[in-house]
């Protein structure tokens, strides 16, 4: 392995309408106060009709495109982690034509929540395969457009947005993908589900098919906020441990926003002061695919992260799916 990979440029986007927990007071029995005790978030963004998922994956990735200093006719991956595409066929050729990555090839991967992380890993072997020196990835969810409204326990965590990271192939000595471990449990994957309707119909005599549609997330919180407070400490353990990194010498810790309780439950069992915590979910809610590229972008935007600094991501979600990665920014060459 002698091809590093480098983490030169980010970007991110929201919709402009904020929902505040006030406001969804208005539509579903619930209140400011319980929402930011047991989640953290206080207002999340909607997407409206003018804004989609691949507009909002565009926003991201021209802006991270623009930091990295690149032409987007060098790219040669677009890869696009959503679990709501505009299109059922994948967004990402979309993405890609919007932006001018006129040689690069496009598509989409769904990992729900843990997308991002699977997509970057995803990409990272392309180029460290040196099949690939420029690729973009895209963490962009929707989820507002499948949440049932009148279910107070799920939809007051979910908004949507999108965040975007140029990687490039470096030597081996700035390579800034120290180590990964993702993971998939099927058999716990009941607990939070996004679903397709079961709705059969006659087609002709004898034979039936089923009409597409998804009914709306359902989730049983307390499985998953287990499972995360469960699965994320043990998978960074096993990742620091596996690459001999102390967690005292992390400068970040970037997880998937998913609630304020389960950043700190993470944070805790490693000793990591909360100045070191990345959070920006009060702004934003569980952005899905989304949080971990969008608190990236603000935190390097905002001068928080800076070259050579070490971050500990994770992101977990349905499937089940989990996984981790040790990462190295370096910024635009
Ligand atoms: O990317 C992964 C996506 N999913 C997650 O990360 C979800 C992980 N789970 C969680 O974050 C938490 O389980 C929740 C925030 C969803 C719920 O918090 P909790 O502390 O587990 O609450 P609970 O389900 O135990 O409910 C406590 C009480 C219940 O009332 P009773 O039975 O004690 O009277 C609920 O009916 O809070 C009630 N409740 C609410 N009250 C006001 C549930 N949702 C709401 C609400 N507003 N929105």
Redesign the pocket.
């Known amino acids: 392995m002698n091809i590093g990979i480098a983490l030169v440029g980010s970007g991110s986007a929201t919709p402009h309408q904020t929902l505040t927990n006030a406001q969804l007071g208005l539509r579903?029995?619930?209140?400011d106060s319980?929402?930011r005790s047991?989640?953290g978030i206080a207002e999340r963004h909607v997407c409206d009709s003018e804004e989609t998922l691949s507009a909002l994956s565009q926003r991201a990735a021209s802006s991270a495109l623009k930091m990295a200093g690149w032409n987007p006719e060098t790219i040669d991956l677009v890869l696009l982690a959503s679990s709501t595409p505009d299109d059922l066929f994948g967004s990402a050729p979309q993405v890609q034509a919007k932006i001018g990555a006129s040689n690069a090839v496009a598509f989409d991967l769904t990992a729900?929540?843990s997308g991002f992380l699977f997509a970057l890993i995803t990409a990272a072997q392309f180029l460290r395969s040196g099949s690939m020196r420029r690729v973009l990835v895209i963490g962009a969810d929707q989820l507002t457009r499948w949440v049932d409204w009148d279910d107070?326990?799920?939809c007051?965590?979910f908004g949507d947005g999108a965040g975007a990271v140029a990687l490039e192939a470096t030597d081996q000595k700035n390579d800034g993908l120290i180590g990964f471990k993702l993971k998939s449990d099927g058999n716990r994957g009941n607990c939070?589900t996004l679903n397709q309707i079961e709705d059969f119909l006659p087609l002709v005599d004898g034979i039936t098919h089923q009409r597409g549609g998804f009914s709306p997330i359902k989730?049983n919180?307390?499985e998953?906020?287990k499972f995360?407070v469960r699965e994320v400490p043990s998978i960074l353990e096993e990742l620091l441990t596996a690459n001999q990194i102390d967690p005292d010498s992390l400068d970040w810790l970037l997880l998937?926003q998913?609630?304020k309780?389960?950043l700190d439950a993470v944070a805790d069992r490693f000793s990591i002061p909360k100045e070191k915590v990345l959070s920006n979910l009060s702004k934003y809610g569980?952005t899905?695919a989304a949080t971990i590229p969008l608190m990236l972008d603000e935190a390097v935007r905002d001068g928080r992260i800076r070259p050579g600094h070490l971050i500990a991501s994770s992101g977990?979600?349905?499937g089940l799916s989990w996984g981790a990665a040790l990462l190295r920014w370096q910024g635009p060459i």
């Open positions: 579903v029995e619930t209140n319980w929402i047991r989640t729900a929540c107070r326990t799920s007051v965590l939070l989730m919180g307390q998953v906020y995360a998937h998913a609630n309780r389960i569980n899905s977990f979600g349905a």
